[in-house]
């Protein structure tokens, strides 16, 4: 809880030294950028490139860690609710806005506790304005992991507050302002380019202009890296393993974290999904072990629950449910249920394609007649948010998969009573389980951790409205002659690549 640092003086990057032009894939279209309403992912690997973060996820060996940015002269946690910040000099919003000040971490992260993604932000108070650059971030309890669960991440971001309340105090797909290294020019569908700031004086990025060419499918990705159009990209379970026998000449791979979790989610409000014991049928009539291998190629770590492996309260089986047809056959008798008709929703990627099919075919030899419904990103993003619309109401079944930061706190969060409509598209609520979670905000023991987010898994998987599939690394190929830096979670993050 005291840890602390300080950024240490070193020469910007020269010209002559940093790579011209580095090429990568993005996912999607950008839809939202403004932190507080994002997606995530794509729209954080975008705003680590355009705004002033104070703290960066840094690994040592195998351990996860945290350092102070090149925004930041100090940042230091002297007791458990409080952390002390000291913007570096030199700072400056473009369009005119002035220096980035104090006042703007202030108004960025109190703004944030009444957004989609406030739960980052249940232990802030408050955040005290000392000077001009000076501030400290008030907790209203003890949070251990607050550097790394909210100032390393997404919603950590820095936003102007005099642009903000220029747009109306909430955007979509312009910055209204920027500090970084790079600017942000998109062309939907196409790419989003960053080129260098020409305001920017902190420390060089280690490329004159990235390109993140939208390619949707990861298969297009894969074939344009091979044929040298990308310098890097995510790839799929079956290219990692055919990489990790045979690497292409002058390839190398880097896995960012196995930080990803995924499911078969079940929305508890539908009429024909209502009934626990539906949702218990379809528990037991799904073979994870078959997915693992038919649509990850066995390079996936099984899961059984929402906690990845290597963090407090990561479990080893599951409590409620094991692969069992018969059982799965019976319940279904027990509830009266025949003839029943779901519709199965998925991003439409070759993974979750074959996950998919999968459990269609699972549930087809329990008398369930599934229709597999593809989705590009946007669609499927919004797709259980009561304010994006009214598709939410139609949602029966869908495969989910959530990136987490290192800390179990960050995956609980999003299956509180007040997620659901956002983020808990299951829309179940618990007393016991919005508890804990409070619990588990406070508990600095260890073991008293992993008690209560055990508990909080057993919780959800007794609502029936899960199924546990995988822990997905997010692997990345990429040319030997580029370093690439990717988050835990998968996010690159492009103004610390840099040549071999």
């Given amino acids: 809880m005291g840890a602390a640092g300080m950024i240490s003086s070193f020469p910007a990057m020269g010209r002559a030294e940093m790579g011209k032009v580095l090429r990568l894939r993005m996912d999607g279209d950008p839809d939202v950028l403004d932190p507080g309403y994002m997606s995530g992912g794509i729209e954080i690997e975008s705003q680590k490139q355009c705004l002033p973060f104070l703290a960066d996820y840094h690994r040592d060996g195998d351990t996860i860690t945290w350092k102070p940015t090149?925004?930041?002269?100090?940042?230091?946690?002297?007791?458990?609710t409080h952390i002390d910040f000291e913007l570096a000099e030199g700072l400056e919003w473009s369009d005119g806005y002035g220096p980035v000040m104090a006042s703007d971490v202030k108004y960025s992260f109190e703004r944030m506790t009444g957004t989609d993604w406030s739960g980052y932000f249940d232990a802030l108070d408050?955040?005290?304005?000392?000077?001009?650059?000076?501030?400290t971030i008030v907790l209203n309890k003890p949070f251990a992991p607050f550097i790394m669960v909210t100032l390393c991440h997404g919603?950590?971001?820095?936003?102007?507050?005099?642009?903000?309340?220029?747009?109306?105090?909430?955007?979509?797909?312009?910055?209204?302002?920027?500090?970084?290294p790079y600017t942000y020019a998109a062309t939907p569908g196409q790419r989003v380019v960053f080129e260098l700031d020409p305001n920017w004086s902190g420390p060089a990025p280690g490329y004159e202009r990235v390109e993140a060419n939208i390619i949707t499918e990861v298969k297009a990705a894969e074939l344009a890296f091979e044929a040298g159009e990308i310098d890097c990209?995510?790839?799929?379970?079956?290219?990692?393993?055919r990489y990790t026998a045979d690497m292409p000449e002058g390839a190398e791979i880097t896995v960012a974290g196995e930080?990803?979790?995924?499911?078969?989610?079940?929305?508890?409000?539908?009429?024909?999904?209502?009934?626990k014991t539906v949702r218990r049928a379809i528990q037991h009539a799904v073979d994870v072990d078959s997915i693992l291998q038919g649509a990850y190629s066995g390079t996936t770590a099984k899961s059984y629950g929402i906690i990845c492996p290597g963090l407090v309260g990561n479990r080893d089986s599951t409590r409620y449910y094991q692969y069992d047809p018969e059982k799965a056959r019976a319940l279904l008798a027990e509830a009266g249920v025949s003839g029943l008709e779901l519709t199965l929703r998925t991003l439409n990627n070759q993974e979750r394609m074959l996950a998919a099919q999968i459990i269609q075919a699972n549930l087809g030899q329990?008398?369930?007649?599934?229709?597999?419904?593809?989705?590009?990103?946007?669609?499927?993003?919004?797709?259980g948010q009561e304010s994006k619309g009214d598709t939410w109401k139609d949602l029966q079944l869908w495969l989910m998969r959530y990136g987490t930061t290192p800390d179990p706190y960050e995956a609980t969060q999003w299956f509180v009573s007040d997620q659901v409509g956002v983020w808990n598209w299951e829309r179940w609520t618990d007393p016991e389980?919005?508890?804990?979670?409070?619990?588990?905000?406070?508990?600095?023991?260890?073991?008293?951790?992993?008690?209560?987010?055990?508990?909080m898994q057993e919780i959800m998987e007794e609502t029936g409205a899960y199924v546990w599939i995988n822990h997905e690394p997010e692997a990345f190929v990429h040319s030997s002659a580029v370093d690439v830096n990717a988050a835990p979670s998968g996010e690159l993050n492009y103004r610390r690549c840099k040549p071999a």
């Fill in 155 to 180: 919603p950590g971001a820095i936003l102007s507050e005099k642009a903000m309340k220029d747009v109306g105090e909430k955007f979509t797909t312009n910055f209204p302002a920027t500090c970084g």
């Fill in 126 to 135: 408050h955040v005290e304005v000392t000077g001009d650059r000076t501030g």
């Fill in 433 to 455: 389980y919005d508890r804990l979670y409070e619990e588990g905000i406070r508990e600095t023991d260890p073991d008293k951790r992993r008690d209560i987010y055990v508990r």
């Fill in 233 to 241: 990209t995510e790839v799929g379970a079956d290219t990692l393993a």
């Fill in 70 to 80: 090149v925004f930041v002269n100090k940042l230091e946690q002297r007791d458990p």
């Fill in 259 to 275: 930080l990803q979790y995924m499911w078969l989610g079940m929305n508890t409000d539908h009429p024909k999904l209502k009934d």
């Fill in 366 to 383: 329990i008398g369930i007649s599934v229709k597999v419904l593809p989705l590009d990103s946007g669609p499927f993003w919004e797709m």
